[in-house]
C-alpha cells in the first residue's frame, strides 16, 4: 500500500468516529482524539518510511524548501469525499511524525458548536475594534470564531479577508464577500499580508494568530481606522491574555500600547471544551470581558488585579467569569460537578456558588 493510501484509510475512520484530531508517529499505530482523549487504533504500527513517505509526497512545493530547512511543515490537505485536514508535520528523534487536525468544510452555527449565541453575537455586530478569541491549542478557537463570521455572513452585508496559516473553514458567500489568503500560497508570508490587508478595503479583518508585535499594531491601526478585526491568542484566561498581550511590547513603550490597547480592543473571548455529562461530546465554557468604559479605564492604568474581581461579579455588557458558565453548564445537566471543579480556574469558589454561597 502506498503511503498516501494508508493515511487515506486513517484520515477516514478518524471522519467516521468524529474525532478532532490524529495524531501518527513513526512505529507506532495511529491515535485518534476523540472528546478530548487519545486512544490508539487498532491497526500495526506505521513504518516510519511510510510517515516520511506521506510528507513528502503531499507537502506543497512552495512549502518544499521550510520542510528541507526547518524539518517541519503545516499546510492544508483535501481528501475528496472526506474532507479538509491541518497538516503538521516534523521531524524528531531522527524519524517523522504528522498530526492532522479535521476541518468541517461547512463554518458552524452557534447550535452545532452548543454555544451561548447571545453575548457572541453582541460582540461580533461591533462597529469597529479588535476581539481575540483565547484558549489552548484545540479548544475550539478557529471553531467559534468561524460561526461568529458565519452570523455574520447570513445577517450582514460586509466584506471579509482572512489570513491563515494555512485556511481552516471555507466561506461561501452570503450576504457578505470572504477573500481568503492562504499564508506561504497566495501571500508570500504572513508580515506582507498584514502590510496589504488595509489597502484590499476590508470591513473586516481575520488574522489567524497574533503573532507578534508587527501583528497587533496591525490589528491597533485598523481598529483604528474603522476596521473591525477577529484574532486568536493562545492564552487560558483574560488575565492571561492580557499578560500575553502587553508582552509584545518594550517596557519603554507600555504607557502608549495600553493606551492603544484600551483603545482598540471590543472583548476577550477565553474558551475550554467540557466533557458531557452524557452521550460523549464536549461543551465549551467561556470567560468573557466586554471592554466597556469601565474595563477601557482599568487597562489604561494598568489595573489588571481588578479584572477578576469584575468579571466574577458581570454586568449588563455580558462580562462573565469561567465560574459563572461552568454554574451554568452544571446546573442545566450539561456536564458533571466533577468535571466543572475539574476544569475550574477556581473550584473552592465554584463549589460554594453550586452550594447557593455567592459573594460579590
Sequence with gaps: ME?????????????????????????KPAYLRLSGRLKPVDMDP????????????????????????????????ALEDVGRFRVNGFRQRGSVSVVFRYIKSRPPSFEELNLNA????????????ILLICGATGAGKSSTMAAMLNWINQNHDRHIITLEDPIEYTFTDDKSVFEQREIGIDVHDFPMAIR????????IILIGEMRDRETIETAISAAETGHLVF??????????????????????????????????VRGFICQKLIPALEGGGRY???????????????????????????????DEAGSQSFNKDLYRLI????????????????????????KGIFIK
Design 231 to 264: 484574532s486568536t491568542l493562545h492564552a487560558a484566561t483574560v488575565q492571561q491574555a492580557l499578560t500575553r498581550l502587553f508582552e509584545f511590547f518594550p517596557p519603554d513603550q507600555m504607557v502608549q500600547a495600553r493606551r492603544q490597547v484600551s483603545g482598540a
Design 331 to 354: 446546573k442545566t445537566a450539561k456536564i458533571s460537578k466533577a468535571e466543572g471543579l475539574r476544569f475550574s480556574p477556581n473550584p473552592q469558589a465554584l463549589d460554594m456558588n453550586l
Design 46 to 77: 506505521i513504518p516510519g518510511d511510510i510517515v516520511r513517505g506521506f510528507v513528502e509526497a503531499t507537502v506543497p512545493r512552495n512549502f518544499q524548501a521550510n520542510w528541507e530547512r526547518d524539518g517541519q511543515a503545516d499546510y492544508a490537505y
Design 196 to 203: 496589504a490587508v488595509l489597502r484590499q478595503n476590508p470591513d
Design 3 to 27: 503511503p498516501v493510501d494508508l493515511f487515506h484509510e486513517v484520515l477516514k475512520l478518524a471522519v467516521e468516529n468524529n474525532a478532532s484530531d490524529i495524531v501518527i508517529k513513526a512505529n
Design 284 to 314: 465549551p465554557a467561556f470567560e468573557i470581558l466586554v471592554a466597556d468604559s469601565t474595563v477601557r479605564n482599568l487597562l489604561l492604568e494598568a489595573q489588571f488585579d481588578k479584572i477578576q474581581q469584575l468579571l466574577e461579579v458581570g
Design 118 to 129: 447571545e453575548p457572541l453575537i453582541r460582540l461580533a455586530t461591533s462597529k469597529d475594534g
